[in-house]
Every structure is written in C-alpha cells, then in structure tokens.
C-alpha cells in the first residue's frame, strides 16, 4: 500500500500566495506520495449586494429583490472566472501543465 500525503494550498492571489505555491513546488515537485489541493475562496458578497433597503410595493419588492439576486449572481461568476486564472497559474507552477478538468469551482 502507498502512503500519500495530503496538502491543502490556498491560492489567493496575493505575493505571499504566490510564495506558498512556489514554495510547494520547490519542497515537493513532481515526486510521487503527495496529493496537492489548490483551493480558492470567494470574496464575501461587497455590502450593497447584500439587500437593499426595501419596498412597500410588494410588485416593485419582488422585482428589487430579483435584480439584487442577479447582481449577486454576475459578481460571483465574475469571480469565480478570476479564480479560475489563479488556479491556472498555480496549477501549471506545481505540475507543469493544465489540466482543465481539475480547475472546477463549486
């Protein structure tokens, strides 16, 4: 049986993120035993997307509360899409290639 060791390295896309993964690339490398997880976090939600101050016109609610949601929704894809890149680069420092299936976000 082999006896594989597990490293979680958060990329954030700062300079010492960036040393963190320069760091595992160097102490690991390509040797085998090690499992290396890339993982990202989202920014938490800027405060004006987080509600809005309300309606009294449950019509004119529904549809302030539908547009928030949406606006929600375009911030997170957007960056979700940086996250991406970020994972990329990592990716491709510690492995030497891409490998488009390992560089979903959930």
Known sequence: MINTSRLLVIVDGSSAGQRAVEY??????RRKG?????????????????EFGGVENPTEETREQ???HAEQKRYRRAEKRKDRGMLAIAWVRLFGRVQRANLGTN
Do not use: D, K, M, T
Not at 38 to 49: F, G, I, K, V, W
């Open 24 to 29: 595992v690339a160097v102490l690991i490398g």
């Open 66 to 68: 539908a547009q928030l």
């Open 34 to 50: 090690f499992r290396i997880c890339l993982a990202h976090l989202l920014p938490p939600l800027p405060a004006e997307l987080l």
